[in-house]
């Protein structure tokens, strides 16, 4: 897996401040999409083992909040499983700090129901994120005053309640509300 770029301190991409990965690789081609550059599974470099202690060592703060994933597309099958084993070591090593990851996927969807996406990583992967940030980039939906996201179809999800539930469950400042009705 390469990657585009590591942000040290984001503060946009889920609340406080957080460590977030630009995963290179995407096949949805979103029109008007910010990341365009990081379509090609080759953007940037590559993935190591060097940048996944940087990052370990970045999320040791106190004030870092957490992780967050973006792209590219983390749920492409090929970059799930070079994340899925650096989800395993964050959380194992920091099981207080929130992982976020940002997917044009669906989670009832392509990652809940057979798909292209839906592949032996995606239900661990799942298990380990707490927020999913779903949807595709829709250009007419576009929305500078949406929190964490760019388009008003995108939803943001309390992934462990919404996988407790077995159904989408909003994700709203750190608590849950009402499943999302469809």
């Not at 889920?14 to 096949?27: D, E, K, Y």
């Not at 597309?73 to 989800?87: D, G, R, S, W």
């Not at 996406?117 to 500078?144: Q, Y």
């Amino acid at each position: 897996m390469h990657y585009a770029t590591i942000k040290w301190a984001d503060v946009a991409n889920g609340p406080g401040v957080r460590v977030s990965l630009f995963v290179s690789g995407c096949t949805h081609h979103c029109p008007g999409c910010f990341n365009e550059e990081a379509w090609d599974f080759c953007y940037g470099q590559p993935f190591t083992q060097v940048e996944e202690d940087k990052i370990l060592e970045a999320l040791a703060p106190s004030y870092l909040k957490g992780l967050s994933l973006l792209g590219g597309e983390p749920f492409e099958p090929a970059n799930q499983a070079v994340l899925l084993p650096f989800l395993r070591r964050v959380k194992e090593k920091y099981p207080d700090k929130e992982i976020w990851c940002y997917s044009g996927y669906t989670l009832d969807g392509e990652l809940w129901q057979d798909s292209r996406a839906r592949c032996e990583h995606t239900d661990e992967m799942l298990s380990l994120i707490d927020v999913l940030v779903d949807g595709r980039f829709v250009e007419e939906l576009k929305d500078l005053n949406l929190r964490f996201r760019g388009s008003a179809n995108q939803r943001i999800i309390d992934v462990p309640s919404s996988l407790k539930a077995h159904q989408v469950v909003e994700w709203k400042g750190g608590h849950t509300i009402q499943p999302i009705q469809k």
